[in-house]
């Protein structure tokens, strides 16, 4: 299982029909959202086998605009051993 952060921005007349297709997928509780900030966006972190499993939280109505990215953490050891093949 691989984790993705997917940034899904809509525009404000869309607001209220992302935020019901959100909550019947089931993920309402999992954005974060900066929309009463003006800012249309919803943010999630999602485990998923592949990105196009993770894209299936994004509403098809605004999904064309969303992106995903793979996200991975580094260890102490592996920024060692970058820092050294880069050097």
């Known amino acids: 299982m691989y ?4 940034e899904s921005p809509h525009k404000s ?3 209220k029909h992302v935020l019901e297709q959100v909550t ?3 993920y309402i509780t999992h954005y974060d959202w900066g929309c ?3 800012v249309h966006t919803g943010w999630v972190i ?6 196009e499993e993770a894209m299936l939280s994004v509403p098809t109505l605004v999904r064309h605009e969303a ?4 996200l991975n953490k ?5 920024f060692q051993s970058i820092h050294r093949a880069s050097v």
């Not at 992106?67 to 793979?70: F, M, S, T």
């Not at 580094?74 to 592996?78: Q, R, T």
């Open 67 to 70: 992106h995903a990215v793979k």
């Open 13 to 15: 007349d869309e607001c």
């Open 24 to 26: 019947a997928l089931g």
């Open 36 to 38: 009463e900030t003006g």
């Open 74 to 78: 580094f260890s102490p050891e592996m």
């Open 46 to 51: 999602i485990e998923a086998e592949t990105e």
């Open 3 to 6: 984790r993705y952060i997917i």
